[in-house]
T-cell receptor
């Protein structure tokens, strides 16, 4: 089975940087994903990590440490539109990933 | 346009009345899956399929059935819906070797 843990809610200020952490325990590991989900909408893919290290994609970066069962999503230069839920998901033995409960990020002016 | 479609988008029904939520993708993806999303519980996997005629249970399969007779379609069947199946349902697809799951727009189901 898999256990994925991430904070329930975070708040940050427009223009700032925020780091959303995700810890996981899994039998087998075939990648970690981050998705963004705005209220009432479908999740959309942000990033994928399978090797240790940092993957940067514009304002968003994702980090993975397999030995620690740890990942974070870093959002820079926060904008109001970044207010959303951020879902951490882990692909273990099954090809289909399992999702954490998500972190609701509130960006205020 | 590459997409995953679900129908209906909204449904209010009564306990015990069989229903089907359709899911279709036009990207020739092998993998398809169904999730339900509930407040405080996140996305939970119901069933998934790795190809035509190959389906497997996810974390919360009780009360649901699926079929995969064609590659593009993966319907979710509730034979006898109950109020605890009131939820937001998402279908998703991905390709072999691909890492991104593409999600449908969601179906909001209410069972009275």
């Amino acid at each position: 089975g898999q256990n994925i843990d991430q904070p329930t809610e975070m708040t940050a200020t427009e223009g700032a940087i925020v780091q959303i952490n995700c810890t996981y325990q899994t039998s087998g590991f075939n990648g970690l994903f981050w998705y963004q989900q705005h209220a009432g909408e479908a999740p959309t893919f942000l990033s994928y990590n399978v090797l240790d290290g940092l993957e940067e994609k514009g304002r968003f970066s994702s980090f993975l440490s397999r030995s620690k069962g740890y990942s974070y999503l870093l959002l820079k230069e926060l904008q109001m539109k970044d207010s959303a839920s951020y879902l951490c998901a882990v692909r273990g033995g099954s090809y289909i990933p399992t999702f954490g409960r998500g972190t609701s990020l509130i960006v205020h002016p | 346009e590459a997409q995953v479609t679900q129908n209906p988008r909204y449904l209010i029904t009564v306990t015990g009345k069989k229903l089907t939520v359709t899911c279709s993708q036009n990207m020739n993806h092998e993998y398809m899956s169904w999730y339900r999303q509930d407040p405080g519980l996140g996305l939970r996997q119901i069933y998934y399929s790795m190809n035509v005629e190959v389906t497997d249970k996810g974390d919360v399969p009780e009360g649901y059935k699926v079929s995969r007779k064609e590659k593009r379609n993966f319907p979710l069947i509730l034979e006898s819906p109950s109020p605890n199946q009131t939820s937001l349902y998402f279908c998703a697809s991905s390709s072999t070797g691909g890492n991104e799951q593409f999600f449908g727009p969601g179906t909001r189901l209410t069972v009275l």
